[in-house]
């Protein structure tokens, strides 16, 4: 049974940093997509950051970009973002998810219908 656990979350003011993490168990496919997925209230889910655990190829939302980034560490199977610079508007629930082996270009990464397996979500609040 594949589950995936994040947590790191929490609050801190406008300017301040993070880092969450995912640990992932029971996903016996080598290579796929990893995705960090965020959706605040009222709006819809947005696919943040993505990795593929094969050659570390990444995908950035426009919105995060030069903020945050993703990484893994594929002996502990986890998965992690870096946030830095936070901004009010990055408050939300943030989840991590496992996808696809193969995408046509990694900007798919960032849709979030293709991840098929998804934690519960850890939330983060970002304050002035």
């Known amino acids: 049974q594949v589950r995936l656990v994040e947590s790191g979350g929490g609050s801190v003011q406008a300017g301040g940093s993070l880092r969450l993490s995912c640990v992932v168990s029971?996903?016996?496919?080598?290579?796929?997509?990893m995705a960090w997925i965020r959706q605040a209230p009222g709006n819809e889910r947005e696919g943040v950051a993505a990795i593929y655990t094969g050659d570390g190829s990444t995908y950035y939302a426009d919105s995060v970009k030069g903020r945050f980034t993703i990484s893994r560490d594929n002996a502990k199977n986890t998965l992690y973002p870096q946030m830095n610079s936070l901004r009010l508007e990055d408050t939300a629930m943030y989840y991590c998810?496992?996808?696809?082996?193969?995408?046509?270009?990694?900007?798919?990464?960032?849709?979030?219908?293709?991840?098929?397996?998804w934690g519960q979500g850890t939330q983060v609040s970002v304050s002035s």
């Open positions: 998810a496992t996808g696809p082996s193969v995408l046509a270009s990694a900007r798919d990464a960032g849709d979030p219908n293709i991840y098929n397996h």
């Open positions: 029971g996903y016996t496919v080598s290579s796929y997509w």
